[in-house]
């Protein structure tokens, strides 16, 4: 929360996903969408079970960001 409107733009850039974190969503949904042509439910991403949810997300904070 931002007591003061000056506080935004800071609050911006520290919480803003990095360059690493959207590449890290392109991957994710690319792998999503490989998945879903190949009629798997969920699937392994870099070691971890993603599903349909966590691709949406991604999905979400690409377009937020000007990715999607």
């Known amino acids: 929360m931002a007591i ?6 800071v609050l911006n850039e520290v919480f803003a996903p990095t360059r690493e974190d959207l590449d890290r969503c392109a991957r994710l ?3 999503s969408e490989s ?3 190949d ?6 991403f870099e070691g ?7 691709a949406e997300t991604a999905r979400a904070v690409l377009a937020r960001h000007g990715h999607g």
């Open 4 to 9: 003061h409107p000056a506080h935004v733009p």
């Open 29 to 31: 949904v690319a792998a």
């Open 35 to 37: 998945a879903q042509r």
């Open 39 to 44: 009629s798997i439910g969920a699937l392994t």
């Open 48 to 54: 971890r079970l993603v599903d349909e949810v966590m």
